[in-house]
Structure formats: C-alpha cells, structure tokens
C-alpha cells in the first residue's frame, strides 16, 4: 500500500526557517499534484500550497511571500520550505499526492491515486 511520509518538522522560534519534506518511500510518483495541508487540533484542515505536474506553485494567502514548495526530480521528494515562521503557523503539516491520472509505481507495478494518498504529518511548532 502506498503511503507518503512527512519529516522535517521541529519546534523552532518565530523568525526562524524549517523544511518539510514529502515522498512515498519506495515508490515513484507518476504525473501527481503535491499538497501541503495543516491542521491544528479543533480546527478544519487548512490548504497551505500545491506543486502540479507541470511545476506551477500555489500558495495560501497565508503563506505567500514566506513558503516556498519544490520538488528534487531525482529523489522524487517534495519540499516545502518555510520561513519568516510564526506562531499561527504551528500545526500538524500533512502532505497529499493526487489529481486525474496519479499513480505511484514500484517495480513496475503502479496503484491509482486520484483520490489523494496521504502522508501521517509531521509537528511543526513556532514559539518563543
């Protein structure tokens, strides 16, 4: 089964800079669009940016000017890269590979993915 996973979260100071990453170990992502979600607990998941296949970048208004997402073609990882970081930014941070045509391959065996596979997330806490 395929299943992204998350690393790169830490509690850090406001100001500071962290970077998350995003992959499906041991698969190879087929023509997907890449999001980064958050969510705190009692809140509603909130959309934080997205990577489509033809490497157009979104962004919250949130997030804008202080995000950065990027995929390294040759470890097939995702990353999205946060500074200037502040409190309000302190959530869980989830990754999610999807859209029409998605498909994660191993060995040539390859599994839809149209619907969103998700990663577990990864903590990110901004405090001082």
């Known amino acids: 089964q395929v299943r992204l996973m998350e690393s790169g979260g830490d509690s850090v100071q406001p100001g500071g800079s962290l970077t998350l990453s995003c992959r499906a170990p041991g698969f190879t992502a087929q023509r997907c669009v890449i999001d980064w979600y958050r969510q705190v607990p009692g809140k509603q998941r909130e959309w934080v940016s997205s990577l489509d296949t033809d490497g157009a970048t979104k962004y919250a208004d949130s997030v804008k000017g202080r995000f950065t997402i990027s995929k390294d073609k040759a470890t097939d990882t995702v990353y999205l890269r946060m500074n200037s970081l502040k409190p309000e930014d302190t959530a869980q941070y989830s990754c999610?590979?999807?859209?029409?045509?998605?498909?994660?391959?191993?060995?040539?065996?390859?599994?839809?993915?149209?619907?969103?596979?998700w990663g577990r997330g990864t903590q990110v806490n901004v405090s001082s």
């Open positions: 999610r590979g999807g859209g029409p045509g998605c498909h994660y391959c191993r060995n040539g065996d390859c599994y839809r993915s149209d619907h969103g596979t």
